[in-house]
Protein backbone atom coordinates (compact mmCIF):
# COMPACT_ATOMS: atom_id res chain seq x y z
CA UNK A 1 0.00 0.00 0.00
CA UNK A 2 1.10 3.25 -0.71
CA UNK A 3 1.42 5.97 1.89
CA UNK A 4 -1.66 7.90 0.46
CA UNK A 5 -3.97 4.94 0.99
CA UNK A 6 -2.15 4.28 3.93
CA UNK A 7 -3.63 7.68 5.01
CA UNK A 8 -7.07 6.79 4.37
CA UNK A 9 -6.67 4.12 7.42
CA UNK A 10 -7.44 6.76 9.67
CA UNK A 11 -6.48 6.38 13.60
CA UNK A 12 -10.26 7.74 14.51
CA UNK A 13 -11.53 5.05 12.89
CA UNK A 14 -12.75 1.90 15.49
CA UNK A 15 -15.10 -1.12 15.35
CA UNK A 16 -18.52 -0.19 16.28
CA UNK A 17 -19.59 -1.92 19.52
CA UNK A 18 -20.41 -5.57 18.77
CA UNK A 19 -19.20 -8.62 19.42
CA UNK A 20 -16.38 -9.83 16.83
CA UNK A 21 -16.77 -13.16 15.19
CA UNK A 22 -16.43 -16.67 17.67
CA UNK A 23 -14.72 -19.62 16.84
CA UNK A 24 -11.85 -18.52 15.44
CA UNK A 25 -8.06 -19.62 16.90
CA UNK A 26 -5.51 -19.01 13.62
CA UNK A 27 -4.56 -15.54 12.23
CA UNK A 28 -6.36 -14.53 9.48
CA UNK A 29 -4.74 -14.50 5.51
CA UNK A 30 -5.42 -11.31 5.01
CA UNK A 31 -7.53 -7.69 5.95
CA UNK A 32 -8.61 -5.00 4.46
CA UNK A 33 -11.57 -2.19 4.48
CA UNK A 34 -14.03 -1.37 2.21
CA UNK A 35 -16.53 1.61 1.07
CA UNK A 36 -19.07 1.92 -1.38
CA UNK A 37 -18.16 -1.91 -2.57
CA UNK A 38 -14.40 -1.54 -3.15
CA UNK A 39 -11.74 -1.73 -1.13
CA UNK A 40 -10.17 1.30 0.20
CA UNK A 41 -7.40 -0.30 1.99
CA UNK A 42 -5.76 -3.57 2.39
CA UNK A 43 -2.63 -5.62 3.85
CA UNK A 44 -0.19 -7.63 1.99
CA UNK A 45 -1.80 -10.75 3.06
CA UNK A 46 -4.99 -10.33 1.31
CA UNK A 47 -3.28 -9.18 -2.29
CA UNK A 48 -1.22 -12.98 -1.83
CA UNK A 49 -4.10 -14.64 -1.15
CA UNK A 50 -6.35 -13.19 -4.25
CA UNK A 51 -2.71 -13.32 -6.60
CA UNK A 52 -3.84 -9.51 -7.51
CA UNK A 53 -1.66 -6.52 -6.55
CA UNK A 54 -2.32 -4.00 -4.30
CA UNK A 55 -3.37 -1.54 -6.72
CA UNK A 56 -5.11 -3.80 -9.01
CA UNK A 57 -7.35 -4.93 -6.28
CA UNK A 58 -8.10 -1.61 -5.17
CA UNK A 59 -10.16 -1.19 -8.91
CA UNK A 60 -12.12 -4.28 -8.27
CA UNK A 61 -15.63 -4.01 -7.45
CA UNK A 62 -17.13 -6.88 -4.58
CA UNK A 63 -18.88 -9.31 -7.40
CA UNK A 64 -15.40 -9.34 -9.35
CA UNK A 65 -13.70 -11.87 -6.50
CA UNK A 66 -16.02 -14.88 -6.52
CA UNK A 67 -15.92 -17.75 -8.55
CA UNK A 68 -19.74 -17.72 -9.15
CA UNK A 69 -20.99 -14.34 -9.61
CA UNK A 70 -24.92 -14.96 -8.99
CA UNK A 71 -24.01 -17.66 -5.54
CA UNK A 72 -21.85 -14.57 -4.77
CA UNK A 73 -21.82 -13.29 -0.80
CA UNK A 74 -23.80 -10.31 -0.80
CA UNK A 75 -21.43 -6.71 -0.15
CA UNK A 76 -21.15 -6.21 3.74
CA UNK A 77 -23.29 -2.85 4.66
CA UNK A 78 -22.08 -0.66 7.30
CA UNK A 79 -25.76 -0.25 8.31
CA UNK A 80 -26.13 -3.78 9.15
CA UNK A 81 -25.04 -6.10 12.00
CA UNK A 82 -21.60 -7.17 11.93
CA UNK A 83 -21.88 -10.53 9.91
CA UNK A 84 -19.55 -13.72 11.31
CA UNK A 85 -18.11 -16.43 9.45
CA UNK A 86 -19.82 -16.26 5.94
CA UNK A 87 -18.08 -18.94 3.79
CA UNK A 88 -18.00 -18.37 0.02
CA UNK A 89 -15.62 -19.54 -2.90
CA UNK A 90 -12.50 -16.07 -4.03
CA UNK A 91 -11.43 -16.68 -7.61
CA UNK A 92 -7.75 -15.96 -7.58
CA UNK A 93 -6.41 -13.85 -10.35
CA UNK A 94 -4.69 -16.61 -11.72
CA UNK A 95 -8.01 -18.51 -11.96
CA UNK A 96 -7.39 -20.74 -9.16
CA UNK A 97 -10.52 -21.05 -6.65
CA UNK A 98 -9.72 -20.63 -2.63
CA UNK A 99 -12.49 -21.87 -0.52
CA UNK A 100 -12.20 -19.01 2.52
CA UNK A 101 -14.29 -18.00 5.38
CA UNK A 102 -14.58 -13.89 6.15
CA UNK A 103 -16.18 -11.86 8.64
CA UNK A 104 -17.31 -8.09 8.36
CA UNK A 105 -17.71 -5.04 11.41
CA UNK A 106 -18.69 -2.01 10.46
CA UNK A 107 -16.28 0.61 11.66
CA UNK A 108 -17.61 4.15 13.24
CA UNK A 109 -15.62 7.32 13.05
CA UNK A 110 -16.26 10.23 15.42
CA UNK A 111 -19.18 11.05 14.27
CA UNK A 112 -20.69 7.59 15.01
CA UNK A 113 -21.77 7.26 11.74
CA UNK A 114 -20.49 3.99 10.04
CA UNK A 115 -18.87 4.54 6.73
CA UNK A 116 -16.80 1.64 5.82
CA UNK A 117 -16.32 -1.93 6.78
CA UNK A 118 -13.83 -4.17 8.19
CA UNK A 119 -12.77 -7.15 6.52
CA UNK A 120 -11.10 -10.14 8.15
CA UNK A 121 -10.48 -13.28 5.68
CA UNK A 122 -9.35 -16.56 6.28
CA UNK A 123 -8.50 -19.51 4.55
CA UNK A 124 -10.82 -22.44 4.55
CA UNK A 125 -8.62 -24.90 4.44
CA UNK A 126 -6.45 -23.57 7.59
CA UNK A 127 -9.25 -23.46 9.50
CA UNK A 128 -10.25 -27.06 8.54
CA UNK A 129 -6.69 -28.61 9.54
CA UNK A 130 -6.91 -26.65 12.94
CA UNK A 131 -10.57 -27.71 13.49
CA UNK A 132 -9.48 -31.66 12.97
CA UNK A 133 -6.16 -31.63 14.98
CA UNK A 134 -8.63 -29.53 17.67
CA UNK A 135 -11.01 -32.67 17.22
CA UNK A 136 -7.59 -34.77 17.52
CA UNK A 137 -6.67 -33.10 20.14
CA UNK A 138 -10.10 -33.62 21.89
CA UNK A 139 -10.11 -37.32 21.58
CA UNK A 140 -6.49 -37.85 22.51
CA UNK A 141 -7.32 -35.86 25.76
CA UNK A 142 -10.54 -37.71 26.38
CA UNK A 143 -8.31 -41.25 25.60
CA UNK A 144 -6.02 -39.57 28.36
CA UNK A 145 -8.50 -38.61 31.05
CA UNK A 146 -10.00 -42.56 30.73
CA UNK A 147 -6.74 -44.15 31.06
CA UNK A 148 -6.19 -41.83 34.15
CA UNK A 149 -9.42 -42.77 35.46
CA UNK A 150 -8.41 -46.66 35.09
CA UNK A 151 -5.21 -45.91 37.00
CA UNK A 152 -6.74 -44.49 39.73
CA UNK A 153 -9.06 -47.70 39.67
CA UNK A 154 -5.89 -50.01 39.71
CA UNK A 155 -4.17 -47.87 42.15
CA UNK A 156 -6.81 -48.26 44.40
CA UNK A 157 -7.66 -52.18 43.91
CA UNK A 158 -3.73 -51.93 44.59
CA UNK A 159 -4.05 -50.19 48.00
CA UNK A 160 -6.97 -52.70 48.69
CA UNK A 161 -4.88 -56.10 47.83
CA UNK A 162 -1.66 -54.50 50.34
CA UNK A 163 -3.99 -54.08 53.04
CA UNK A 164 -5.68 -57.29 52.73
CA UNK A 165 -2.44 -59.11 52.22
CA UNK A 166 -1.06 -57.79 55.26
CA UNK A 167 -3.66 -59.07 57.39
CA UNK A 168 -3.56 -61.85 55.65
CA UNK A 169 0.15 -62.44 56.82
CA UNK A 170 -0.03 -62.43 60.54
CA UNK A 171 -2.22 -64.91 60.86
CA UNK A 172 -0.50 -67.44 58.24
CA UNK A 173 3.09 -66.69 60.38
CA UNK A 174 0.71 -68.44 63.30
CA UNK A 175 -0.34 -71.18 61.59
CA UNK A 176 3.13 -71.61 59.89
CA UNK A 177 4.77 -72.22 63.23
CA UNK A 178 2.45 -74.12 64.22
CA UNK A 179 2.97 -76.48 61.83
CA UNK A 180 6.89 -76.53 61.55
CA UNK A 181 6.18 -77.23 65.58
CA UNK A 182 4.29 -80.20 64.72
CA UNK A 183 6.16 -81.37 62.32
CA UNK A 184 9.58 -81.41 64.77
CA UNK A 185 7.83 -84.22 66.57
CA UNK A 186 10.40 -87.24 66.65
CA UNK A 187 7.12 -90.46 66.33
CA UNK A 188 5.24 -88.78 63.80
CA UNK A 189 3.61 -91.56 61.03
CA UNK A 190 5.43 -90.82 57.82
CA UNK A 191 2.46 -90.26 56.36
CA UNK A 192 1.47 -87.61 58.76
CA UNK A 193 4.55 -85.97 58.22
CA UNK A 194 4.99 -86.10 54.45
CA UNK A 195 1.63 -84.24 55.07
CA UNK A 196 2.90 -81.53 57.47
CA UNK A 197 5.64 -80.78 54.75
CA UNK A 198 3.76 -80.88 52.73
CA UNK A 199 1.61 -78.15 54.82
CA UNK A 200 4.83 -76.15 55.42
CA UNK A 201 5.61 -75.48 51.75
CA UNK A 202 2.43 -74.12 50.42
CA UNK A 203 2.44 -71.88 53.56
CA UNK A 204 6.15 -70.50 52.82
CA UNK A 205 4.87 -70.21 49.10
CA UNK A 206 1.52 -68.52 50.53
CA UNK A 207 4.16 -66.09 52.95
CA UNK A 208 6.51 -65.37 49.26
CA UNK A 209 3.47 -64.86 47.26
CA UNK A 210 1.99 -62.19 50.15
CA UNK A 211 5.46 -60.60 50.22
CA UNK A 212 5.46 -60.33 46.27
CA UNK A 213 2.27 -58.64 46.33
CA UNK A 214 3.17 -56.09 49.03
CA UNK A 215 6.28 -55.16 47.19
CA UNK A 216 3.94 -54.27 43.89
CA UNK A 217 1.46 -52.61 46.03
CA UNK A 218 4.61 -50.35 47.79
CA UNK A 219 4.77 -46.79 46.80
CA UNK A 220 7.19 -46.57 43.72
CA UNK A 221 10.32 -45.23 45.19
CA UNK A 222 12.76 -42.90 42.46
CA UNK A 223 15.84 -44.47 44.20
CA UNK A 224 18.10 -45.83 41.69
CA UNK A 225 19.77 -48.93 42.96
CA UNK A 226 21.41 -52.31 42.39
CA UNK A 227 19.20 -55.38 41.63
CA UNK A 228 19.51 -58.81 40.77
CA UNK A 229 17.41 -59.11 37.40
CA UNK A 230 16.36 -62.85 37.89
CA UNK A 231 15.05 -62.53 41.24
CA UNK A 232 13.09 -59.47 39.85
CA UNK A 233 11.60 -61.41 37.09
CA UNK A 234 10.96 -64.57 39.53
CA UNK A 235 8.52 -61.90 41.66
CA UNK A 236 6.31 -61.04 38.79
CA UNK A 237 6.06 -64.62 37.72
CA UNK A 238 5.01 -65.62 40.91
CA UNK A 239 2.46 -62.99 40.43
CA UNK A 240 1.23 -63.74 37.30
CA UNK A 241 1.76 -67.67 38.32
CA UNK A 242 -2.65 -68.22 38.20
CA UNK A 243 -2.64 -65.76 35.82
CA UNK A 244 -0.91 -68.07 33.51
CA UNK A 245 -2.12 -71.00 34.76
CA UNK A 246 -5.73 -69.99 34.32
CA UNK A 247 -4.61 -69.53 30.52
CA UNK A 248 -2.87 -72.97 30.28
CA UNK A 249 0.59 -71.06 29.10
CA UNK A 250 3.44 -72.54 30.05
CA UNK A 251 6.39 -70.85 30.82
CA UNK A 252 9.97 -71.83 30.13
CA UNK A 253 12.76 -70.06 31.87
CA UNK A 254 15.76 -69.86 29.85
CA UNK A 255 18.44 -67.48 32.39
CA UNK A 256 22.09 -66.63 31.70
CA UNK A 257 24.06 -67.82 34.38
CA UNK A 258 24.51 -66.75 37.97
CA UNK A 259 22.92 -63.36 39.07
CA UNK A 260 22.12 -60.59 36.66
CA UNK A 261 23.07 -57.64 38.68
CA UNK A 262 21.95 -53.78 36.82
CA UNK A 263 21.84 -50.78 37.89
CA UNK A 264 18.22 -48.80 37.77
CA UNK A 265 14.54 -48.13 39.46
CA UNK A 266 14.08 -52.03 40.61
CA UNK A 267 10.02 -51.25 41.24
CA UNK A 268 9.06 -49.73 37.86
CA UNK A 269 11.22 -52.49 35.82
CA UNK A 270 9.31 -54.87 37.72
CA UNK A 271 6.15 -52.93 36.53
CA UNK A 272 7.63 -53.04 33.09
CA UNK A 273 8.00 -56.49 33.33
CA UNK A 274 4.69 -57.52 34.90
CA UNK A 275 2.72 -55.74 31.91
CA UNK A 276 4.85 -56.95 29.40
CA UNK A 277 4.76 -61.16 30.11
CA UNK A 278 1.20 -60.44 31.06
CA UNK A 279 0.57 -58.83 27.81
CA UNK A 280 2.86 -61.91 25.67
CA UNK A 281 0.51 -64.32 27.96
CA UNK A 282 -2.35 -62.99 26.77
CA UNK A 283 -1.17 -63.54 22.98
CA UNK A 284 -0.78 -66.95 23.27
CA UNK A 285 -3.53 -69.74 22.32
CA UNK A 286 -4.59 -71.63 24.91
CA UNK A 287 -2.04 -74.80 26.11
CA UNK A 288 0.70 -72.02 24.24
CA UNK A 289 4.25 -71.64 25.73
CA UNK A 290 6.17 -68.47 26.84
CA UNK A 291 9.45 -67.92 26.76
CA UNK A 292 11.81 -66.16 28.99
CA UNK A 293 15.73 -65.78 28.48
CA UNK A 294 18.06 -63.78 29.94
CA UNK A 295 21.48 -62.50 28.64
CA UNK A 296 24.23 -60.14 28.10
CA UNK A 297 24.53 -57.91 25.17
CA UNK A 298 27.70 -55.32 25.57
CA UNK A 299 26.81 -53.35 28.59
CA UNK A 300 23.17 -53.91 28.63
CA UNK A 301 20.99 -56.92 29.72
CA UNK A 302 18.68 -58.81 27.32
CA UNK A 303 15.32 -60.05 28.12
CA UNK A 304 13.70 -62.13 25.46
CA UNK A 305 9.90 -63.13 25.72
CA UNK A 306 9.32 -65.62 23.34
CA UNK A 307 6.18 -67.35 22.21
CA UNK A 308 5.02 -69.22 18.75
CA UNK A 309 1.68 -70.08 17.55
CA UNK A 310 0.20 -66.78 18.68
CA UNK A 311 -1.41 -65.76 15.71
CA UNK A 312 -3.18 -62.25 15.69
CA UNK A 313 -2.44 -61.41 19.41
CA UNK A 314 1.02 -61.47 17.88
CA UNK A 315 1.17 -59.14 15.24
CA UNK A 316 -0.68 -56.86 17.08
CA UNK A 317 2.01 -56.56 19.70
CA UNK A 318 4.39 -56.94 16.86
CA UNK A 319 3.20 -53.28 15.79
CA UNK A 320 4.76 -51.94 18.68
CA UNK A 321 8.26 -52.33 16.60
CA UNK A 322 7.09 -49.88 13.77
CA UNK A 323 6.39 -46.83 15.51
CA UNK A 324 8.89 -46.80 18.59
CA UNK A 325 6.50 -48.56 20.86
CA UNK A 326 4.96 -45.53 21.93
CA UNK A 327 1.48 -44.90 23.06
CA UNK A 328 0.18 -44.36 19.76
CA UNK A 329 1.92 -48.08 18.35
CA UNK A 330 0.09 -49.62 21.33
CA UNK A 331 -3.28 -48.74 19.86
CA UNK A 332 -3.17 -52.43 18.09
CA UNK A 333 -4.12 -53.96 21.18
CA UNK A 334 -7.40 -53.96 20.96
CA UNK A 335 -8.02 -54.67 25.41
CA UNK A 336 -7.60 -50.83 26.64
CA UNK A 337 -6.08 -52.44 29.84
CA UNK A 338 -3.89 -53.60 27.64
CA UNK A 339 -3.04 -50.46 25.57
CA UNK A 340 -2.05 -48.24 29.29
CA UNK A 341 -0.23 -51.66 29.79
CA UNK A 342 1.82 -51.09 27.36
CA UNK A 343 2.61 -47.61 26.83
CA UNK A 344 3.71 -47.71 30.73
CA UNK A 345 6.14 -50.00 29.68
CA UNK A 346 7.32 -48.64 26.93
CA UNK A 347 8.22 -45.21 28.46
CA UNK A 348 9.63 -46.88 31.54
CA UNK A 349 12.21 -48.59 29.45
CA UNK A 350 12.62 -45.66 27.14
CA UNK A 351 13.14 -43.73 30.92
CA UNK A 352 15.61 -45.80 31.48
CA UNK A 353 17.37 -45.41 28.49
CA UNK A 354 16.91 -48.84 27.16
CA UNK A 355 14.61 -50.00 24.29
CA UNK A 356 11.80 -52.82 23.01
CA UNK A 357 12.21 -54.76 19.80
CA UNK A 358 9.71 -56.88 18.19
CA UNK A 359 10.23 -59.47 15.99
CA UNK A 360 7.49 -61.39 14.12
CA UNK A 361 8.99 -63.68 10.99
CA UNK A 362 5.35 -64.89 10.54
CA UNK A 363 2.23 -65.74 12.63
CA UNK A 364 4.09 -68.50 14.14
CA UNK A 365 6.97 -67.00 15.65
CA UNK A 366 7.12 -63.96 18.16
CA UNK A 367 9.72 -62.41 20.14
CA UNK A 368 10.00 -59.36 22.14
CA UNK A 369 13.56 -58.26 23.21
CA UNK A 370 13.78 -55.63 25.75
CA UNK A 371 17.66 -54.29 26.22
CA UNK A 372 18.86 -52.12 29.38
CA UNK A 373 21.52 -51.04 30.21
CA UNK A 374 23.76 -52.54 33.09
CA UNK A 375 24.75 -49.36 34.71
CA UNK A 376 22.77 -45.93 33.13
CA UNK A 377 24.83 -43.49 35.14
CA UNK A 378 25.95 -41.86 32.50
CA UNK A 379 22.75 -42.64 29.90
CA UNK A 380 19.39 -41.46 30.22
CA UNK A 381 18.48 -39.56 33.57
CA UNK A 382 14.74 -38.85 32.16
CA UNK A 383 13.53 -41.38 34.42
CA UNK A 384 14.61 -39.42 37.65
CA UNK A 385 12.04 -37.23 37.06
CA UNK A 386 9.00 -39.42 35.38
CA UNK A 387 6.13 -41.03 37.43
CA UNK A 388 4.94 -44.08 35.75
Same mark, same amino acid.
Given at each position: ?????????????????????????????????????????????????????????????????????????????????????VAARLRRKDGLVVEIV?????????????????????????????????????????????????????????????????????????????? @???????? =??? /??? #? *???? +??? &????????????????????????????????????????????????????????????????????????????KTSGEALPESGELRIQ??? @???????? =??? /??? #? *???? +??? &??????????????????????????????????????????TSVRETTMTVLLPIDD????????????
Amino acid at each position: MSEEQLEGVGHEKRPAESPLPHGVWVAPAGCGMLRGGRFCALDQGLATLTGYTASELLELPWKALWADVKSAPAEPNPESLPCEAVAARLRRKDGLVVEIVFSAVPLVGDGAQAAEVALTVFDAAVLNRMERQRTGLAAELDRTRQQLIRAARLSAIGSLVAAVAHQLNNPLCGVLGLI @ERLARKPD =LPT /AES #G *LLAL +AVE &QCKRMKQLIRELQRSAAPVSEARGVFDLHQTLDGVLQLLNKHLNMAKVRVRKEYGPGPMAMTGVEPQIRQALLSLIKTSGEALPESGELRIQTGR @EGDRVRIV =LGW /ADC #G *LGGQ +ALA &QLAGAGCCADSASGVADQEAQMGLSVACGIVKAHGGEIRVASTSVRETTMTVLLPIDDREGNREWNTQQF
